[in-house]
């Protein structure tokens, strides 16, 4: 294990695991405690892999502090094992055990029940996972229909979470438009490739991050931008681009918090108050929207702006 030193960030590591390497970044404790989920895939190079759990942790923490959770954001990304998967994440789960219950982690892009059943071995902090995609699939819908009740949506990944949205959706009478590298039936499907050109109410990101830049905001062919995908923009200016367009843009950090929320507020003791956060999504979009469209500003920089004034509050105690 070596501990880095990242400006801005609360702890951060870099983890042997066996075959594999971990990075563990916690970007701010609050209350002796961070959330955030572990993510496995590939990457061209430790920088890359480092750079995407700095990101997605501070996002973390952006996300918990907007929904009250009595928390700070973490992540951690682990290089897909070329060989002995289970052990290299059995140490990565000896490395958080290691942690004394700073960190609880649960699932995120590419962990299995594989992965779950190895993690478990070596640790006791990890959240339910049961039910977390669906958990977020509920968040998301309920930031979609607080704005707009929609006739057609595309959703790009039929996941842990864009498949439960998309049920969500058709159970409602929506006409869905999915993509995904491996289809399931019941749905129109579009090519992974063409589902940016696809004509609806909105667009639904729901797999990997940067997905909207410069060349995919010109092909939207939508009213809104709101799914489950973290930091699906590939720029901060990709913000400004959507509302150039006139898309209007909900913030995954508001949008997409049903894992946390739920697995957070077990974590913290507060199981009792995880459906009242959950069903305030909603109310969270709609107070995000309003000040941005008062202020005349993309509502990607006043969600931050936001959050970072609720982190704050919460770090000094």
């Not at 990075?23 to 990457?43: P, S």
Request: hydrophobic share 45%; aromatic share 4%; charged share 25%.
């Amino acid at each position: 294990m070596e501990r880095l030193d990242i400006p801005g960030y609360d702890e951060v590591y870099r983890v042997a695991c066996g075959s594999a390497v971990a990075f563990v970044a916690i970007h701010a404790l609050v209350e002796g405690r961070a959330f955030g989920g572990i993510r496995i895939k590939d990457y061209d190079s430790e920088k890359a892999a480092l750079d995407d759990a700095l990101h997605l942790a501070r996002a973390m923490s952006r996300k918990v502090a907007l929904h009250g959770l009595p928390a700070g954001g973490a992540k951690t990304v682990l290089m897909r094992p070329k060989r002995g998967r289970p052990e290299a994440v059995e140490a990565l789960g000896a490395f958080i055990e290691s942690l004394g219950g700073r960190y609880h982690c649960g699932p995120d892009f590419g962990f299995g029940p594989d992965d779950e059943t190895a993690l478990r071995r070596t640790t006791s902090q990890l959240a339910c996972t049961q039910g977390l995609g669906a958990a977020t699939a509920r968040g998301v819908y309920a930031a979609m229909t607080a704005i707009c009740t929609p006739t057609a949506v595309a959703v790009q990944g039929l996941g842990a979470v864009g498949l439960p949205l998309a049920r969500l959706l058709a159970s409602d009478g929506v006409r869905v438009i999915a993509s995904d590298i491996r289809p399931l039936p019941g749905f129109e499907v579009a090519p992974p490739e063409t589902i940016y050109d696809a004509d609806c109410d909105v667009f639904a990101p729901c797999a990997g991050g940067g997905v909207l830049d410069r060349l995919t905001i010109e092909r939207l062919r939508c009213r809104i931008v709101c799914g489950a995908a973290n930091n699906p923009l590939a720029t901060d200016e990709d913000a400004d681009r959507l509302r150039a367009r006139g898309i209007l843009y909900v913030p995954d950090i508001v949008a997409n918090a049903g894992a946390v929320i739920v697995g957070g507020s077990i974590a913290a003791g507060q199981a009792d108050l995880a459906e009242q956060r959950l069903l305030a999504i909603g109310d969270r979009v709609l107070e995000i929207l309003g000040r941005a469209d008062e202020e005349g500003r993309s509502p990607h920089v006043v969600a931050i702006e936001e959050a970072e004034r609720l982190l704050a509050a919460a770090r000094a105690g």
